[in-house]
């Protein structure tokens, strides 16, 4: 069982003992909290989808704690993603580029790609350092539930399962980085993150949402972020809001409503998409303990940070909501 432990510089050191082993820890992130084996470990990297119950068909993040560490990881480089580079890492950008065949088939799941980033987290740099080597490391939650924000969030999904959680506070963005693929020096989205598109296109001209040979994410499974509780998104005007004060129902609105209620649950105060990101999925969690009987989630405007938002709360809605002739109509999807 494992223990759940202050990321001291001495709990950092176990850490990177045991993935030296071939254990697994949980670390956290500037995103959400990882689990980590490594890289070049294919039993160590087994046991990742083991403990989530994850497909192997659904490939994972190797992390770096150097730009040079990509060097045992990619095959090529191009100019542009050099630029990248040198302007978002360490921080939520995740580059998709041709492996090096010696990056085992388990961690890219028999894609001949393999996705690298460099988080920008003293914890998880100090870790990847220690360890020496680059530490693959999907979300540390269960397949298909919330990622984790917090330590106490990994050990409530896998404590029994992994040999040590690094306990160093709530992760500051609270959203996945964004995954981005490189093919032939042309750029596709395959998941908003916590780095918008139009900061990514002020060093790329151009991000394309999708390629034309529809290469998808392979975990962008359609419902992915599933809270306990069901999710509706609301789909409506302002001024059919009041409607909705349904009260066995949780309001999760972005920003503070002219009404106040006790089910209301205000993302951000500040009215910052910046800090709706980082308390949504905390705040899945928190309301998955109540005693409401549902969630429903006021949309955001689909720009910036915007998109990564909506897209989770896409994945983890049931359906949608909306007001017909007065009364509340939830449609399952
Ligand atoms: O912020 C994050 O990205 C966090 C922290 C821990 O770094 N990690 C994370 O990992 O969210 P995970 O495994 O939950 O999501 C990884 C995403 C999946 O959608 C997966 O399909 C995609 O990245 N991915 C990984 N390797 C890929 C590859 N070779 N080709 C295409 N997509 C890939
Ligand atoms: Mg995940």
Same mark, same amino acid.
């Given at each position: 069982?494992?223990?759940? #432990?202050?990321?001291?510089?001495?709990?950092?050191?176990?850490?990177?003992?045991?993935?030296?082993?071939?254990?697994?820890?949980?670390?956290?992130?500037?995103? #959400?909290?990882?689990?980590?084996? #490594?890289?070049?470990?294919?039993?160590?990297?087994?046991?990742?989808?083991?403990?989530?119950?994850?497909?192997?068909?659904? $490939?994972?993040?190797?992390? %770096?704690?150097?730009?040079?560490?990509?060097?045992?990881?990619?095959?090529?480089?191009?100019?542009?993603?050099?630029?990248?580079?040198?302007?978002?890492? $360490?921080?939520?950008?995740?580059?998709?580029?041709?492996?090096?065949?010696?990056?085992?088939? %388990?961690?890219?799941?028999?894609?001949?790609?393999?996705?690298?980033?460099?988080?920008?987290?003293?914890?998880?740099?100090?870790?990847?350092?220690?360890?020496?080597?680059? &530490?693959?490391?999907?979300?540390?939650?269960?397949?298909?539930?919330?990622?984790?924000?917090?330590?106490?969030?990994?050990?409530?999904?896998?404590?029994?399962?992994?040999?040590?959680?690094?306990?160093?506070?709530?992760?500051?963005?609270?959203?996945?980085?964004?995954?981005?693929?490189?093919?032939?020096?042309?750029?596709?989205?395959?998941?908003?993150?916590?780095?918008?598109?139009?900061?990514?296109?002020?060093?790329?001209?151009?991000?394309?949402?999708?390629?034309?040979?529809?290469?998808?994410?392979?975990?962008?499974?359609?419902?992915?972020?599933?809270?306990?509780?069901?999710?509706?998104?609301?789909?409506?005007?302002?001024?059919?809001?009041? %409607?909705?004060?349904?009260?066995?129902?949780? %309001?999760?609105?972005?920003?503070?409503?002219?009404?106040?209620?006790?089910?209301?649950?205000?993302?951000?105060?500040?009215?910052?998409?910046?800090? &709706?990101?980082?308390?949504?999925?905390?705040?899945?969690?928190?309301?998955?303990?109540?005693?409401?009987?549902?969630?429903?989630?006021?949309?955001?405007?689909?720009?910036?940070?915007?998109?990564?938002?909506?897209?989770?709360?896409?994945?983890?809605?049931?359906?949608?909501?909306?007001?017909?002739?007065?009364?509340? #109509?939830?449609?399952?999807?």
């Amino acid at each position: 069982m494992a223990a759940i #432990v202050p990321a001291s510089p001495e709990n950092i050191e176990r850490g990177a003992r045991i993935l030296k082993q071939g254990g697994l820890v949980a670390f956290p992130t500037e995103t #959400v909290y990882g689990l980590g084996a #490594v890289a070049f470990s294919p039993e160590a990297v087994a046991r990742i989808f083991e403990v989530k119950g994850r497909p192997r068909f659904d $490939p994972l993040i190797v992390h %770096i704690a150097s730009p040079e560490m990509v060097f045992s990881l990619w095959s090529k480089l191009h100019p542009k993603v050099e630029a990248l580079i040198e302007k978002f890492w $360490p921080g939520p950008l995740t580059l998709v580029l041709p492996k090096k065949e010696t990056v085992p088939d %388990i961690v890219t799941a028999g894609l001949p790609n393999v996705a690298v980033r460099m988080p920008a987290h003293p914890v998880a740099l100090s870790l990847i350092k220690m360890t020496g080597f680059p &530490v693959a490391a999907p979300s540390a939650n269960r397949f298909g539930r919330v990622s984790p924000t917090k330590a106490e969030e990994v050990a409530r999904d896998l404590k029994e399962k992994v040999d040590l959680i690094l306990d160093g506070g709530k992760c500051e963005l609270g959203i996945e980085s964004t995954v981005v693929l490189v093919e032939e020096g042309r750029f596709f989205l395959l998941r908003p993150g916590a780095l918008s598109v139009e900061e990514l296109e002020t060093v790329v001209s151009k991000v394309e949402m999708t390629s034309p040979r529809r290469i998808l994410s392979p975990g962008m499974t359609k419902k992915h972020y599933a809270p306990t509780l069901p999710l509706y998104l609301f789909e409506g005007g302002a001024e059919e809001i009041p %409607i909705l004060t349904l009260k066995d129902f949780a %309001i999760l609105s972005p920003f503070p409503l002219p009404a106040d209620s006790q089910n209301i649950v205000v993302l951000s105060q500040k009215k910052e998409l910046k800090e &709706v990101a980082g308390n949504l999925f905390a705040s899945l969690r928190e309301l998955e303990k109540s005693s409401f009987r549902g969630i429903i989630a006021l949309p955001v405007e689909e720009k910036g940070l915007g998109r990564a938002i909506m897209d989770r709360l896409r994945r983890a809605s049931s359906g949608v909501v909306r007001v017909e002739k007065g009364r509340v #109509v939830f449609v399952d999807k």
